[in-house]
């Protein structure tokens, strides 16, 4: 005859469940499909990112930005002190960040994530993320300073580091049963 017990962890269910003996179990591993899903491969593997801001009442503006990954839910990426762009980072922090392609457009399967920037003007982190900027996109990097030097001028390229950090939707609030 089984022994039948409700089970705590069920807790408000009123059906009765057999108890039953467990083995000792191995740690569990993570899969390889889980650990390719982390916040920092996303972007890892993104060509570009579509960052959308705020330009004033009910208006937004989305560029695509060459961006590494930076800690464990964040990206960073390089403006110019000159560009409205940071300007308008500095007001108002919130931004909404999709990977995308190489041509800027969203990728496959992508969708949009809540952030809040933060930008760095000096220290080491500028010759950091240069660096890892430089390493990931090679010959991308040099076009994009011709780019700006055509259209900007002498106006410096990515002297401001924006550090954007991601945050993941939680699961819904459901509310309790019974």
């Known amino acids: 005859m089984t022994d039948m017990t409700i089970d705590a962890a069920v807790g408000r ?3 009765a469940r057999p108890t039953v003996a467990v083995a000792a ?5 993570i899969p390889a499909r889980a650990a390719a899903a982390r916040p920092s491969t996303v972007w890892e593997k993104a060509k570009t990112a579509l960052v959308t ?3 004033g009442h009910r208006q937004l503006v989305t560029a695509p930005r060459l961006v590494i990954p930076f800690g464990d839910n964040g990206l960073a990426f390089r403006v110019s002190s000159f560009a ?3 300007e308008q980072l500095a007001l ?3 931004v909404l960040v999709q990977p995308g392609d190489w041509r800027g457009n969203p990728a496959v399967g992508s969708r949009q ?4 920037a933060n930008l760095v003007a000096q220290g080491d982190l500028l010759t950091q993320v240069e660096a890892a900027i430089d390493a990931k996109y090679g010959w991308r990097t040099s076009l994009a300073k011709a780019a700006h030097r055509l ?3 002498s106006a410096p390229y990515g002297n401001i580091v924006v550090l954007v950090t991601v945050f993941e939707p939680g699961p819904l609030a459901l509310p309790p049963v019974g």
């Open 25 to 29: 179990t191995p740690a569990p591993t």
């Open 92 to 94: 108002d922090p919130r």
């Open 53 to 55: 801001r705020t330009l």
């Open 151 to 153: 259209a900007n001028g």
């Open 113 to 116: 994530l809540m952030g809040h």
């Open 13 to 15: 269910t009123p059906f």
């Open 84 to 86: 409205a762009e940071a």
